[in-house]
Structures are given as C-alpha cells and as structure tokens.
C-alpha cells in the first residue's frame, strides 16, 4: 500500500531513519502529514568515502585529498584499487575450472541469480579484485583509474561530483547502478568484506553509525575516512539535489565547485 487513504485497514507509514540532508525529501511528506516530524534520536551520524586502516598504515598520503589529486595520481590510484568481480564473473572469466573444482577464492559455482550477483559469501567465495583494462596505464594513460566503490545516485553524498572537482582523476565508479554506477547498500558490505579476506585494498563510500564499521573495529580493516574540504552552508547550498545526482547528464550530475566538499556530521 502506498497510500493510506486507499484503505480502511490499519495503515502507517514508517521512516525508520532520515538525515538532515534529506530534508528536501522528507518535508514534503511531513507537510502533507503523511509522515509525523522527524525528530533528532540522539546518535550523530556521518558518511563519506574511507579505506582500511591496512591501506592507511601503507599509503598514509591517501587520508587527504592531496594524495589523491591530480594527473600525477592517476596511476598510483589505478594500480592500488583493482575492480571487484562478482561470483558468477569469477567462476566463468577467471576460475580454471569453472570453480567445479575447489580453488583459494570459491568452493563451488554460485547456485542461484542472488548468488551469482555476491561479491562475498562467507566460507564459499572469498572474493576476487581484478586488475582490468581500465586500471592498466600502459594502454590508457590519460583515462586508467582505479575503481572508488560509490552508493545509488539518491543517497546525498555527491560522489561524482567530489571527485571531479577536487581533481581526484584517478578514480571513478563503474557498479551495476545507473546512472552513476554506484552499488547497492549490501554489494558495497560484500566488498568490503571481500577486501577483508583477500587483504585488498578498497575505497568506498559508507556511514557511521552501523554494524559494518564496528564489526572491523580495531583490525586491519577498520574505517579510515578521508578527508575532503571541510564542509560548510555555501558547499551544502550548491549540492546537486536528487533530480540532478540521478540524471543521465553527467554534467548535471557533476553540480557546481562550491558543493564538492566532504559530508558534515548530523545529528
């Protein structure tokens, strides 16, 4: 039901969560009264773009943008962040065996279409980055990037729009989500999980607070955030809104200089 007026059934609409920069979405069903007012639950959240602290602890300059901008970074990036396979794409491209045999990454072949689209699956597919075309400098020296694991284009945080701006050239997103090939909220939690078991290096947008950074809490792969510019009204006022994160233009998607910096701590 999508309505609650279509029915005489007990009917609610529930919003478990929602963040200030969600505001321009949620007011207007607070002002049609179809939701209550969100109110502050006490915990303050953040989001942003993180590595390992693996990754951190070897490449200290990547926990700034400075040590990600810039042509020279280009292939520095595109060599650390390979590309995540998924498990179907394992047992078919690179699998010897079409993983009918037991290999270090996969068990068994993937069963089912939810298996074939994981990137992880405990104790049966360890995961797999692969160094692709993309990544290779050698045959792409101007547009060789590394792979930066982004969310659907309706969360708030301007990916695209952060990278291009802050001239972070050596990165960009090519997941199954259209139009800004982000990955949906549990293929990013298997990527992560996959860098995990294979002690790859990732990069990859998430938020805080959530199970996914407390389970790695402490390890090699805990959530090291990176600092983008320092977040401010005017940055927020230039965001590119939903309409315009998700639109095929990658020019509208891109937004104005003024709205690329990094997220701000909400309550």
């Not at 309409?243 to 104005?256: A, F, I, M, P, V």
Request: glycine share 6%; proline share 9%; aromatic share 12%.
């Amino acid at each position: 039901i999508t309505n609650c007026i279509s029915t005489v059934r007990p009917c609610v609409h529930f919003l478990p969560e929602v963040w200030p920069t969600q505001k321009s979405e949620y007011a207007v069903l607070s002002e049609e009264k179809i939701i209550e007012p969100p109110i502050p639950n006490g915990l303050f959240g953040k989001s942003g773009i993180y590595i390992p602290a693996l990754t951190a602890k070897k490449y200290p300059s990547l926990t700034i943008w400075y040590g990600l901008k810039g042509e020279k970074k280009r292939e520095f990036l595109a060599k650390i962040f390979k590309r995540p396979t998924t498990w179907i794409y394992y047992c078919t491209k690179i699998s010897r065996t079409n993983c009918l045999e037991p290999d270090n990454t996969a068990v068994r072949p993937p069963q089912s279409r939810e298996e074939n689209k994981k990137y992880f699956f405990d104790g049966v597919f360890k995961g797999y980055f692969k160094f692709t075309q993309k990544n290779n400098c050698t045959l792409n020296a101007q547009k060789c990037t590394g792979a930066l694991i982004g969310p659907p284009c309706e969360w708030a945080t301007p990916i695209e729009s952060q990278l291009f701006w802050n001239r972070i050239l050596g990165l960009s997103m090519e997941g199954p989500l259209s139009p800004n090939g982000g990955y949906t909220n549990d293929q990013r939690r298997e990527i992560w999980q996959a860098a995990n078991a294979t002690n790859s290096d990732v990069i990859m947008h998430w938020f805080e607070p959530d199970p996914l950074p407390l389970a790695f809490f402490g390890t090699n792969f805990s959530f090291k955030m990176i600092e983008l510019p320092p977040p401010n009204n005017a940055c927020f006022n230039h965001r590119p809104l939903v309409s315009e994160r998700c639109s095929k233009s990658l020019r509208e998607r891109l937004g104005h200089i003024d709205g690329s910096c990094m997220d701000n701590t909400e309550l």
